[in-house]
Structures are given as C-alpha cells and as structure tokens.
C-alpha cells in the first residue's frame, strides 16, 4: 500500500524566512511521482512543485524546492522568502500504481502553514 | 484560457437524496479524476477516467457513480445521500495519460461543496 505521511499538522513562519514542510513516503514501486500542493482558504488545489522518481535532480519553481531523498523516502518542500500570501494548508502527494486505483493521488493530511509580519 | 470549472461551487442536499456534481477540463484535456475532501483531511481519490473509460476506482461505495462524456467533461453522481458525504469535492484534469511519471493531474477546480443535512 501506498502511503503519505505529514507529520507537521502546524507551523509557523516569520515573514521572509525560509520554511521547511516535512513530508514521507511509502511505496515499493520504482516509479512514482511526488507533488506538492497549496490549499488556500478558497479551497482551491493550487499545484506548486513535481519531482519523479527517476530525476536525478531536486526540482525547484521560484521560491519553492523539493528536497528528495528517495533512500529515506522523504520529499520536504522548501519554501524560501516566505509571503504572508503563503498561508495556507499544504499536502504532499504521490502518484503511482495502485490496483483498481489507476494512477491516482494519495495525498497526506496537510500541514497548516502560518506567515506572521 | 479557462481552467478546470465545476459547478455548482455550493449545494445542499437532504439524506436519502441523489446529487450530481459537474466538471469541465481544461481544454485539450483528455483525463479527469474525482476526489473527496471531508474537513480537516486531505483528499481521498473516487474515480479516474481518460478517453471515456474509467481507469481507475477508489474505495467508495457503489452509491458513487461517474461518467466521462465526448467532450471530456465529467459527472460525478451520488445516490442516497448519508451526512457523512458532506464534503469537498474536487475535480481535477490532466493532458497527458494516466502514468506513474509526469506532472499529470496538476490542475484541480475550485471544488463543488456539498452539505448533506
């Protein structure tokens, strides 16, 4: 089974500070994707970072990277220069292989991310 | 250009009672999925389709029904309504075919939120 795991349910961050949102993974296949997304208020899934499996490199957009370490199985997004626009719930999540499940999301339970002046 | 659009964004329906939920990819997308987000967890996958075949089903009842129709959009039915239905539901479109890699289902609507009382 295929499982996501945010163990932060909380955290705060100073405006302009650097933020680090902590996220794991389980899964015993080879080929997965790894996302992060940014849910505001609204309710909206706002889509901020992929990494595959197979790439060799961190992926970074703008202020967000993703730090992976496939060996811990671990996938933190960094989030630099933190905005008080950046508050909101964030969720990791993974695609792979799931019987009957296609190749669907499994998300973790979100972290809640609060950007103080 | 438009992004995923579902409708309607609110909706209160009476235990016992059938609800259809609409959504409308992105142009040029070919693949939905459908997930449930109660309050307080993350979202929990329902179904998958591309080209109009269902490829995937996440563990929900059979009250939970879903079709995909030539024009890509999607509904997604609910039969006998229960109070625990109420929740968030997202729809969510991709370009390219369900797979492990790739930054498919990155674009998710704003939601439609049910309220079953």
């Known amino acids: 089974a295929q499982k996501i795991t945010q163990t932060q349910p909380g955290m705060f961050v100073q405006e302009k500070e650097a933020v680090t949102l902590d996220c794991t993974y389980d899964?015993?296949?080879?080929?997965?994707?790894l996302f992060w997304y940014k849910q505001p208020s609204s309710g909206e899934m706002i889509f901020l970072i992929y990494?595959?499996?197979?790439?060799?490199q961190n992926a970074t957009e703008g202020r967000y990277s993703l730090n992976f370490q496939k060996a811990r199985k671990s996938a933190n997004l960094v989030i630099s220069a933190s905005q008080l626009g950046d508050s909101a719930m964030y969720f990791c999540?993974?695609?792979?292989?799931?019987?009957?499940?296609?190749?669907?999301?499994?998300f973790g339970k979100g972290t809640s991310l609060l950007v103080t002046p | 250009d438009a992004g995923v659009t579902q409708s309607p964004t609110h909706l209160i329906k009476t235990r016992g009672q059938q609800v259809t939920l609409r959504c409308s990819p992105i142009?040029?997308?070919?693949?939905v999925s459908w997930y449930q987000q109660v309050l307080g967890q993350g979202p929990q996958f329902i179904f998958q389709?591309?080209?109009?075949?269902?490829?995937g089903r996440g563990n929900f009842p059979d009250r939970f029904s879903a079709r995909q129709f030539p024009n890509y959009s999607s509904e997604l039915n609910v039969n006998a309504l229960l109070l625990g239905d109420s929740a968030l539901y997202l729809c969510?479109?991709?370009?390219?075919?369900?797979?492990?890699?790739?930054?498919?289902?990155?674009?998710f609507g704003q939601g439609t939120r049910l309220t079953v009382v």
């Open positions: 899964t015993s296949d080879p080929s997965y994707g």
């Open positions: 142009s040029g997308h070919k693949s």
């Open positions: 990494q595959g499996s197979y790439d060799q």
């Open positions: 969510a479109s991709s370009f390219i075919p369900p797979s492990t890699q790739g930054k498919s289902e990155a674009f």
């Open positions: 389709y591309y080209e109009k075949e269902e490829r």
């Open positions: 999540a993974m695609r792979g292989r799931a019987a009957n499940s296609g190749y669907a999301l499994n």
